[in-house]
Every structure is written in C-alpha cells, then in structure tokens.
C-alpha cells in the first residue's frame, strides 16, 4: 500500500512539474530535465554499465570491476561521470547479476492465497540453500486459473549480502534512493528486493503526504502565474481529487496498523513453533544411529512429540537401551507385548517413546 501511495504522490508531482517545465524556456528545461534523470546501474560479469536518458539522448558509461568488491572505486567512476555529463541524478535502480537472483514460478491452490507469505517463506527454505534471514525476497501472482483453483506466483530471491552490496555503490556516490531489482524487472519499485522496515511504515507515509500537499500548494501558487486560467482549473479539480484520495488513503493505512503487528506476531509464533521441533529427516538419522544391527525397524510414526515405531530383534531389550542413548528420544518403552516367530526367531516388538524439543536435532 505504501509503495502504491509513493508512486501516486510521484506521478501527481511529475504531472504538475511538466506542466510548469513546459512554459519555461527551452534551455531551461533542457536543464531541468537532465537533472532529474534516475541512473540505471546493471552489473553484468566483470563490468558495470550504468545509463542515463536525455530529451534527446541516452549517455552510456561502462567499465570493468572485479566482482563488484571495490565499492569506492565503483562510486568515483558513477561520481567523475556524473560531473562530467553535467547529471544530478535522484536515485538508482541497481539491476543485480543474473546469476545472483533465483526465480522460481510456483503453482499453489487458490484457498492458500491468504496465505501467500508464509507459503513463499517455505518454498525458499526448500527451493535454496539459504534459511529465510539469509536471503532477500519478493513475489507476485502471474496467473490465476479458476477451472483448476490454481496461482501461478513468481518468486524472486536475492542474497541479502548481493542486495546490501549494490545499494552501496549508488549510495557512495551520493544517490540517495536507491531500488535494486533483478535484471528483467519491468516494475522496479515493486520488485525492489531491500525491506521497509515495519516500525518505519507510519511515519514514512506520514511525511509523503506533508511533502505531497507541501509541494501541491506551492506549485498551484506557482501554476496561477504560469498557466492560462482553464489550465488552472483543471489543476484545481485534480488537486481536490488527489488529497482526498491521499487522506483516504492515510486512513485506510491506520487502520490496517493492527494488521500489519498481527501478521508479524504469527510469523514470530511460525518461527519460533518450526525452531523448537526437530525434524522428521533429523529424527529418522538419529534412529537409523541408535538401532543396532541386530534390529530392523519397518514402520515408524511421529505424531507431535509422540514417537511410534515397529519391527523386529534379537534382542528386544538392547534395542530399548540402544534407542535410549540418544538425546533426541526419550522414555522408550514396549506399547505391546513382544511375540517371537517361530520361522525366523525374531522377537515383533512394537515402542512408543518421547521426542525432546528444542535444539538437540
């Protein structure tokens, strides 16, 4: 929502801005122009390429770094060129390698879609090496298919080392806003990989729409002297519809605060439920550890913390005491009598034990 907000209060402003440029000299807003320009950063291989538009041109600059590890050297390249080509750009978009952000399309049922945030949480921990504090990510539905109750989502994943990294090259050399997107990203505001912190939401929007009704009076102050009067009253009207639709929207955004701090309490209780209960692929190694080679388990079940498992022994009782030199599980016991049989002289044991939670796997 406040993304969405931001790029009203931009367009609104651009809108009223061109139309204040366009009565002013052409030298002058050739000036202007080239002084409002976002740079376009693109790391590919061992260089970096970094354009910017004019009103009649592009201007290029390209050259060679060493896995981007020299973020100094990197800045005074953007910072000489920008002097250079008389450019005072605004912000940055960082456009990371290839190679640096996975992709993944991902087909969920429609019922889930409530859901989406945790469900994209999952599939980076089974879709990538990384655990979710490793890693930048965003996402956004592709496709809906009704007849099958099926989203298509695509899921974008960026080491938050990368990210981190290429704000630091547009923000040494002095280009304060800075997005950074994966390479084919059509919308880089919304597929901007960096965070906005949470604690931050309120008063971030809060001081848009000061700035945005700020730079409205001024510029109708400015747009009575410049513009004919049916201009002045188009930008009346549009100015009356855009600050009810900003308080609308700061409305709408306080009163989803309780929302916001509720979806961060479930995921701390997700968080905190997945870390203090041990894995089945954990627990399965820790029984294959601990039953000894007389002893062949067939069938195992895990219901919480709840162990249930069977088979067959030459030695019911060693199997017990095997299983309970693990730190994992607990208070084995037989849940029911042990039957021999008497093709094979096998003892059929069937045990139930408890699974300690916490760390141990």
């Given at each position: 929502m406040i993304l969405n907000l931001k790029n009203y209060i931009r367009q609104a402003f651009a809108w009223w801005w061109a139309e204040i440029v366009s009565t002013l000299p052409g030298s002058v807003q050739s000036w202007l122009s080239n002084r409002r320009q976002p740079l376009r950063i693109r790391m590919e291989g061992t260089s970096l390429s970094v354009s910017a538009e004019r009103p009649s041109h592009a201007v290029n600059l390209e050259f060679a770094i060493t896995d981007y590890d020299d973020v100094t050297a990197a800045a005074r390249q953007i910072s000489k060129w920008l002097n250079k080509e008389n450019l005072s750009a605004y912000g940055a978009i960082v456009y990371l390698p290839a190679d640096c952000v996975l992709t993944s399309?991902?087909?969920?049922?429609v019922d889930a879609a409530g859901n989406l945030a945790e469900v994209m949480l999952a599939e980076i921990e089974l879709q990538t090496p990384f655990v979710e504090s490793e890693v930048y990510h965003n996402f956004k539905v592709i496709s809906s298919d009704p007849d099958h109750d099926i989203l298509t989502v695509e899921l974008n994943v960026a080491r938050?080392?990368?990210?981190?990294?290429?704000?630091?090259?547009?923000?040494?050399?002095?280009?304060?806003?800075?997005?950074?997107c994966k390479q084919s990203e059509d919308d880089p505001v919304t597929g901007n990989f960096a965070p906005i912190p949470t604690q931050k939401m309120r008063t971030s929007?809060?001081?848009?729409?000061?700035?945005?009704?700020?730079?409205?009076?001024?510029?109708?102050v400015a747009v009575a002297f410049y513009l004919p009067m049916d201009h002045l009253r188009q930008v009346s009207r549009l100015a009356d519809s855009q600050i009810a639709t900003l308080k609308s929207e700061?409305?709408?955004?306080?009163?989803?605060?309780?929302?916001?701090?509720?979806?961060?309490a479930a995921f701390q209780r997700l968080v905190t439920r997945?870390?203090?209960?041990?894995?089945?692929?954990?627990?399965?190694?820790?029984?294959?550890?601990?039953?000894?080679?007389?002893?062949?388990?067939?069938?195992?079940?895990?219901?919480?913390?709840?162990?249930?498992?069977?088979?067959?022994?030459?030695?019911?009782?060693?199997?017990?005491?095997?299983?309970?030199?693990?730190e994992v599980i607990k208070d084995a016991n037989f849940s029911a009598p042990v039957t021999t049989n008497s093709d094979t002289g096998l003892d059929r044991v069937h045990i139930t034990a408890e699974l300690a939670l916490g760390d141990a796997l």
């Open positions: 399309l991902i087909e969920i049922p938050i080392a990368d990210v981190v990294h290429a704000s630091q090259i547009a923000t040494a050399a002095g280009l304060p806003d800075v997005v950074v929007l809060e001081v848009w729409i000061v700035a945005g009704l700020a730079v409205t009076i001024v510029i109708l700061n409305v709408k955004l306080l009163q989803s605060a309780d929302t916001v701090k509720s979806v961060d997945k870390s203090q209960q041990p894995s089945t692929i954990g627990i399965l190694s820790e029984l294959t550890q601990f039953t000894p080679d007389h002893s062949w388990l067939i069938q195992v079940q895990i219901n919480g913390s709840r162990l249930m498992v069977s088979g067959f022994s030459s030695d019911a009782t060693g199997l017990i005491r095997s299983l309970e030199k693990s």
